[in-house]
């Protein structure tokens, strides 16, 4: 009688497949995982904006002199997100989307832009303000020194300009204060 190695024989490739198999439902799973954080990273940040943007709309509403105290998120959950925000800018609003999103032809847009791992910048967010384009917000914090936000161009986001307000990737303390009945000031807090 004669005794057949067969199954010790095919034990290494069975073991190799399996590892393989094994490889690719781990590679899969890490990605999935590293997506999924990227798109909570993205929704935090859209609901800190909008946020920011209700915050503004009620400093403006309220008399001279109302002040609020509000924080940014502009913080990453980790290491691993491709972007940060980068800076953010107030233009004179489309009519036609003012006209949509708050019922006349004339708003204020809050635009934020994201540098990527690359240092490349671009749009993340438009957001609409229920603000008239003649109010004037004023920045004074970090590199923004009395820099106006609100004027009628968007920014070329790869062609900043010095006093161009950039953020850190981290949380922002602000106070929103009302100056007069057309000028917002933004400072540290």
């Given at each position: ?13 069975e073991l190799l497949i399996g590892v393989t ?169």
């Amino acid at each position: 009688m004669k005794f057949v190695k067969r199954g010790q024989e095919s034990a290494p490739i069975e073991l190799l497949i399996g590892v393989t198999i094994l490889t690719f439902v781990l590679i899969i799973g890490f990605y999935i995982i590293s997506q999924s954080s990227s798109q909570e990273y993205e929704q935090k940040l859209k609901a800190s904006f909008s946020n920011f943007a209700r915050d503004l709309e009620s400093v403006y509403l309220g008399g001279v002199g109302t002040s609020l105290r509000v924080n940014i998120d502009f913080s990453a959950p980790s290491a691993g997100d491709n972007f940060a925000i980068s800076f953010i800018k107030l233009t004179q609003g489309v009519p036609s989307t003012c006209e949509r999103q708050v019922g006349r032809n004339d708003c204020l847009e809050l635009y934020a832009f994201k540098r990527d791992k690359q240092g490349n910048n671009g749009l993340f967010l438009a957001e609409v303000i229920n603000i008239p384009s003649s109010v004037s917000v004023k920045a004074t914090f970090g590199n923004c020194q009395n820099v106006n936000l609100s004027n009628s161009n968007i920014p070329d986001p790869n062609n900043l300009l010095p006093n161009d307000c950039d953020f850190s990737p981290t949380v922002h303390s602000f106070i929103l204060t009302k100056e007069d009945s057309n000028t917002i000031n933004i400072t540290e807090g």
